[in-house]
């Protein structure tokens, strides 16, 4: 059974930074596809970043490029989210989640949050101007 659960989520001002970690468990390392999301008041929910768990190709949305940066480590069955140069519309509940893909090293995961599977909780990340 697949399992997600976030941390990391606090509270910084604009321009400041935070690590979002996901541990994950009954996903191993091949075949899924990983994916930061995330969802302010009133919004859809949005893809922000997403890993191939085997090959580490990455995808990200245009508003964080340059400033997110997702990674994995596979001995620790753990995903990050590592953003810099936080923004008051970064501000938005982020959630970890995973699907079970075939992907080349050439493909990408999607951003398209119906695509995915399994969902974490969610962590909060507000950011104050």
């Known amino acids: 059974q697949v399992q997600l659960v976030e941390s990391g989520g606090g509270s910084v001002e604009a321009g400041g930074s935070l690590r979002l970690s996901c541990a994950t468990s009954?996903?191993?390392?091949?075949?899924?596809?990983m994916g930061w999301f995330r969802q302010a008041p009133g919004k859809e929910r949005e893809g922000v970043a997403s890993?191939?768990?085997?090959?580490?190709?990455?995808l990200s949305v245009d508003s964080v490029k340059g400033r997110f940066t997702i990674s994995r480590d596979n001995t620790k069955n753990t995903l990050y989210l590592q953003m810099n140069s936080l923004k008051p519309e970064d501000t938005a509940m982020y959630y970890c989640?995973?699907?079970?893909?075939?992907?080349?090293?050439?493909?990408?995961?999607?951003?398209?949050?119906?695509?995915?599977?399994?969902w974490g909780q969610g962590t909060q990340v507000t950011v104050s101007s």
């Open positions: 890993i191939q768990m085997y090959y580490g190709r990455t």
């Open positions: 009954g996903t191993g390392y091949r075949n899924y596809c």
């Open positions: 989640a995973a699907t079970y893909s075939t992907y080349s090293s050439s493909s990408f995961c999607s951003l398209t949050s119906t695509l995915y599977d399994y």
